[in-house]
Nanobody, 114 residues
């Protein structure tokens, strides 16, 4: 059973940056489409960034140009670099396979104050 552990969230001001990490159990990053999701209060969980085994990335329109997804296969870790943060980025952030096949981790809270 794959385990996902997100970290790196926090309280920041508008315009600041954060880097989220997702530690995964097992060597899955090189063979699976992986993604970061966020879920704001009262809203559905949405995909914000994804990366293929070959390293191709894609982003939700709302974060394009500000967020960067990456991975360190040797460390079994997925990252999300978030720059120019906005209040509307406030949410709990999760990682998972693109098809949401794995059990969700606890997520990491990102709060952006205006």
């Amino acid at each position: 059973q794959v385990q996902l552990v997100e970290s790196g969230g926090g309280l920041v001001q508008t315009g600041e940056s954060l880097r989220l990490s997702c530690a995964v159990s097992g060597s899955i990053l090189s063979s699976n489409d992986m993604a970061w999701y966020h879920q704001a209060p009262g809203k559905q969980r949405e995909l914000v960034a994804r990366i293929t085994p070959g390293g191709t990335t894609a982003y939700a329109y709302s974060v394009r140009g500000r967020f960067t997804i990456s991975r360190d296969i040797a460390k079994n870790t997925l990252y999300l670099q978030m720059n120019s943060l906005k209040p509307e980025d406030t949410a709990v952030y999760y990682c998972n396979r693109v098809d949401r096949a794995y059990s969700w981790g606890q997520g990491t809270q990102v709060t952006v104050s205006s």
